[in-house]
Each structure stands twice: as structure tokens, then as C-alpha cells.
């Protein structure tokens, strides 16, 4: 599948490259790995820089799926909302600028608002974020296009809101949503290849030692 979403979302392919991902069981659990993915990465780079790097936090609209706000909760890292005003029911990606420092791991958007449905504007905020980089922080955009990433590709192919964007950098997607698989399947796509993603997962970078079988004995 994810071979199949990566050219969907216009993902960076080159000749004979493979795409990077993890397929998961639902979005809750692919949301959950891709957040300890920014996590780790924003630690590493941290502690490379000899900076802090316990107070970790994440800005997205207050109309994310509670699976956002499980990931803030059990993996300690701070969720700041943006606030909904009345009539306007998605992240205003002006404020979800404002509200970016230093410790933020990334940005989430929704493809889709759990609420009602709506796009957010993803391009906006990709143009944002790009301006932001002057300080440094180069803060990632993750899009939660549970819903929407099999909508956008084939209705609105205009729409730029996938890897086309520069500070995009990844989504995930549910297929069991649009029947095209009977059991519960999700993917996770990222443009960085890093190992952060594996060692997310519980992976390591090396291989850990084995313990012996009894009969393999010691020679
Ligand atoms: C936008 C969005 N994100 C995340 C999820 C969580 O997905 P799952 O129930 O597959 O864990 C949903 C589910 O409805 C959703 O609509």
C-alpha cells in the first residue's frame, strides 16, 4: 500500500526509491508512531546542539481527533490547541504559526476536520512555516488525512496539501474507510527516511544481542 500512496500524494520518488513508511492497524496507532518519530528527531537535534530537550510540545487545531491529544498525554509532550472561534471550525494556520517555538516536534492539520469535515489550508500553513525557518526551527507538517487522503488526489488534484509542500513531511491515510481492504489498515507516510521512524517502533539501530538457545551452546 504505501508503494501505492507515496506517487498519491505526489511523494518525492525517484527512479527504483521505495517509499518510506509503516503500515498500522488505524490512525490512532499511526498517528502515535509518526509523533514519536518527530519526537525522537527534535531530541537528537537538540541534544546535538547541547539545548534542552525535555519539554517537547505540539500545535494543532482543537478539532484534532482525541487520538491527538492521547499522544500529547501518554508520550509527554505538551499539546497546545488552537483555539475555534465561532463560525470558523478548523486550525487558523496563522495561529498555529504564532503558537511554534523552539520545542514544537511539528504542526498537525487535518484533512478532513473530525467536526465537520472541512480541508484546512495546509498551503497556507506550509508558506508560514517556510517563513519561520529563518529562526532556525524548521518545524515539519504532519497532515492526519484519515479521511480526506482518499478524497483530495482524485476530486481536488490542485490541491496542495501532500509532499508537494516543502515543509510537508508526512500523512497518513485510512484504507479500510474506503473499503478497499476488509480488514483495519492504515499507512503513514514520511518524506525523511531517517531511522527516528524505527526507533519509534521499539527498532533498534543496531542489532540487539540474542540470547542463546540452550542446545546452540557456547562455541
Ligand atoms: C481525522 C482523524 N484522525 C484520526 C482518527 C483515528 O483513527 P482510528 O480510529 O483508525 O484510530 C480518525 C478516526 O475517525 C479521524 O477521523
Not at 534542552?52 to 490547541?81: M, S
Not at 520545542?103 to 517556510?130: M, P, Q, W, Y
Not at 515543509?167 to 489498515?185: A, D
Request: hydrophobic letters at 35%; aromatic letters at 8%.
Amino acid at each position: 500500500m504505501r508503494k501505492h500512496d507515496s506517487p498519491l500524494f505526489n511523494g518525492p520518488l525517484g527512479e527504483g526509491e521505495a517509499a518510506v513508511g509503516v503500515g498500522t492497524v488505524g490512525s490512532s496507532e499511526a498517528i502515535i508512531c509518526q509523533g514519536l518519530a518527530f519526537k525522537r528527531k527534535w531530541q537528537n537535534k537538540m541534544k546535538a546542539q547541547g539545548k534542552p530537550h525535555d519539554r517537547p510540545n505540539i500545535v494543532t487545531g482543537a478539532n484534532v481527533q482525541v487520538c491527538w491529544e492521547k499522544f500529547a498525554r501518554y508520550f509527554e509532550v505538551e499539546l497546545k490547541e488552537v483555539k475555534l472561534e465561532d463560525g470558523y471550525y478548523v486550525m487558523d494556520p496563522e495561529k498555529a504559526v504564532e503558537m511554534v517555538d523552539e520545542n514544537t516536534i511539528c504542526v498537525a492539520a487535518i484533512l478532513g476536520s473530525t467536526l465537520n469535515g472541512e480541508f484546512e489550508d495546509v498551503k497556507r500553513l506550509n508558506d508560514l512555516s517556510a517563513e519561520n525557518k529563518e529562526t532556525g526551527w524548521d518545524t515539519p507538517i504532519h497532515v492526519d488525512a484519515a479521511s480526506g487522503g482518499f478524497i483530495a488526489p482524485f476530486i481536488y488534484p490542485e490541491l496542495e496539501w501532500d509532499f508537494r509542500l516543502q515543509q510537508k513531511s508526512s500523512s497518513q491515510v485510512i484504507h479500510q474507510y474506503y473499503q478497499l481492504i476488509r480488514l483495519g489498515y492504515e499507512a503513514v507516510i514520511r518524506e525523511d527516511s531517517s531511522d527516528t521512524g524505527r526507533e519509534a517502533r521499539g527498532g533498534h539501530s543496531e542489532s540487539p544481542p540474542r540470547a542463546r538457545h540452550p542446545r546452540q551452546g557456547h562455541g
